[in-house]
Nanobody, 122 residues
Framework: QLTLVESGGGLVQPGGSLTLSCAASGGAANYYVIGWFRQAPGKERERVVCISSSGGTTNWASSVEDRFTVSRDNSKNTVLLRMNSLKPEDTAVYYC???????????????WGQGTQVTVSS
């Protein structure tokens, strides 16, 4: 059973940075597409980015692709989401997910972490 655990969320001022980590255990996570998604209050869960199993291909949401970066270390079963120039509209619970496709639709991902809160506010 694949388990995903997110960490690194918190409160940050506009323009600041945070790095979220997604740690996978209990399954062959190295073979899976990993996705980061977010959900703000009253809104649907939306794509942030998906990264292929090798890390060589990504699929970004246009709202963040010039501010965020993603990387994965398959030797450590970890995917990092580096978020720069954060805006209040980035406030959401951020989730990592595994097992979906590079089309990066939340409904395609069977395994999810519990989420980590990111709040961007002065």
């Amino acid at each position: 059973q694949l388990t995903l655990v997110e960490s690194g969320g918190g409160l940050v001022q506009p323009g600041g940075s945070l790095t979220l980590s997604c740690a996978a255990s209990g399954g062959a996570a190295n073979y899976y597409v990993i996705g980061w998604f977010r959900q703000a209050p009253g809104k649907e869960r939306e794509r942030v980015v998906c990264i292929s199993s090798s890390g060589g291909t990504t699929n970004w949401a246009s709202s963040v692709e010039d501010r965020f970066t993603v990387s994965r270390d398959n030797s450590k079963n970890t995917v990092l989401l580096r978020m720069n120039s954060l805006k209040p509209e980035d406030t959401a619970v951020y989730y990592c997910a595994a097992g979906g496709l590079m089309s990066c639709k939340a409904t395609e991902f069977p395994s999810w972490g519990q989420g980590t809160q990111v709040t961007v506010s002065s």
